[in-house]
């Protein structure tokens, strides 16, 4: 005799909206695991802390949970400094990935200083 307690997948429904949040907090929190275990030596930066850093002289970006120092780097981007500075203390992993193989080699010069706890 089967259990009358006990509830199949089939009989759980959510709207899809709380469906895909629910499914964002599950993959940032997994996320966030695996950027741990892989980097337990780099420092944990709050979002508060990435957006004081928006100037030409002190310019932090975010690209896939990690936080770069970029202020170096700025004066030699081949768009001119508004390509970054309008990203400055932001996300910018969508912008980033738009860029080439070789491009983004030249963000293996920019200095990691953190990771984001949680990451948008």
């Known amino acids: 005799m089967p259990l009358t307690n006990q509830v199949s997948s089939s009989q759980l429904s959510f709207p899809k909206k709380e469906q895909k949040s629910l499914l964002q907090v599950l993959q940032n929190n997994l996320k966030e695991k695996w950027i741990s275990f892989l980097h337990p030596d780099i420092p944990i930066l709050e979002w508060k802390e990435i957006e004081k850093h928006k100037t030409e002289d002190d310019c ?9 120092d970029v202020s170096d780097f700025i004066s030699h981007h081949p768009a001119g400094k508004q390509a970054i500075l309008r990203y400055a203390g932001t996300d910018c992993t969508r912008h980033y990935e738009f860029h080439s193989t070789s ?13 984001i706890h949680c990451c948008r």
């Open 103 to 115: 491009a983004k080699k030249l963000w293996e010069t920019s200095k990691c200083v953190g990771r």
């Open 60 to 68: 932090y970006v975010v690209v896939h949970c990690f936080a770069y």
